[in-house]
């Protein structure tokens, strides 16, 4: 069974930073493009960065230069550096593979006050 386990979340001021971690089991983790999605409350979950097997990357526009992506293959790890932190991003993030089809993990919760 696939698990896919994030953290590093936790409540920082407006402009701090935090690092999430996200630990996959699958098997093949190398050959998946990963994601990082949020959903802020009331609304839906949304990607927010993605990077592909070969470590390109994209951002949403209200992220980009803000936050940064990246993966280590051997030890099945995604990570989302982020900075720059608005009360805006207050969500909880997840992570998954794109298209997101495995299940969902319990996300980290993430909340930026003003």
């Known amino acids: 069974q696939v698990q896919l386990m994030e953290s590093g979340g936790g409540l920082v001021q407006a402009g701090g930073s935090l690092r999430l971690s996200c630990a996959a089991s699958?098997?093949?983790?190398?050959?998946?493009?990963m994601g990082w999605y949020r959903r802020a409350p009331g609304a839906q979950r949304e990607l927010v960065a993605e990077?592909?097997?070969?470590?390109?990357?994209n951002y949403r526009d209200s992220v980009k230069g803000r936050f940064t992506i990246s993966r280590d293959n051997g030890k099945k790890m995604v990570y989302l550096q982020m900075n720059s932190l608005k009360p805006e991003d207050t969500a909880v993030y997840y992570c998954?593979?794109?298209?997101?089809?495995?299940?969902w993990g319990q996300g980290t919760q993430v909340t930026v006050s003003s």
């Open positions: 990077i592909a097997q070969g470590r390109s990357t």
């Open positions: 699958r098997s093949d983790f190398s050959s998946n493009a």
């Open positions: 998954n593979i794109i298209p997101p089809i495995l299940s």
